[in-house]
């Protein structure tokens, strides 16, 4: 089962994941695809000035392309990714907890203590691929309240089913969830 949907005016076909028997979710993955990479990440930057932060993060991993391309776009010369473990090249990483709807069970994000003091009185921006339940979201803006810096603005290429309820996000379009059948859960 797939649905079709128009992302940044190009028409893909998203395949349904099963969460539960009577809950799926169509799955935006990005990598490999360098066309809707470019358009999405050209979008999601006419969402918010580039005067209104100094970087932007995101989570990993579905969302690196994004911010890669928004940063190459933009002519950002750094940009910060919370990895979902510690590196041996993080010096001293602060960690947060969140629950995403793509992951089993709880995941933790880090970030190193050298980008933590980049980041400190800084602006940010966050971005992510797909907002639903929030957590990913919450996460990334603890570790930048860790990190002392400011979230200013959240984008995301889709919001799924409540996510596309809020004003606080900006984003592309609402992304539906759906029945086990494939049809649209009202």
Not at 4 to 16: Q, S, V, Y
Request: glycine share 8%; proline share 4%; with cysteine.
């Amino acid at each position: 089962m797939n649905y079709t949907m128009e992302i940044a005016g190009l028409t893909r076909d998203l395949p349904l994941c099963k969460i539960t028997d009577d809950f799926y979710i169509a799955a935006f993955i990005c990598f490999g695809d360098a066309e809707i990479t470019v358009a999405c990440a050209r979008e999601l930057l006419k969402l918010v000035p580039a005067e209104d932060y100094d970087y932007m993060l995101t989570a990993e991993a579905k969302s690196i392309p994004i911010i890669h391309e928004m940063a190459r776009q933009s002519g950002a010369e750094k940009y910060f990714i919370a990895r979902k473990g510690p590196k041996v090249y993080m010096p001293d990483p602060i960690r947060v907890v969140d629950r995403s709807i793509t992951t089993k069970g709880e995941q933790a994000l880090y970030l190193g203590r050298d980008d933590a003091e980049l980041i400190r009185g800084k602006r940010i921006l966050l971005v992510d691929d797909v907002i639903s339940t929030g957590g990913s979201l919450r996460a990334m803006e603890e570790l930048v309240a860790q990190a002392g810096g400011i979230v200013t603005g959240r984008v995301a290429v889709l919001a799924e089913g409540d996510a596309a309820k809020r004003t606080d996000i900006g984003f592309l379009a609402p992304l539906p969830v759906f029945n086990g059948d494939g049809t649209i859960k009202e």
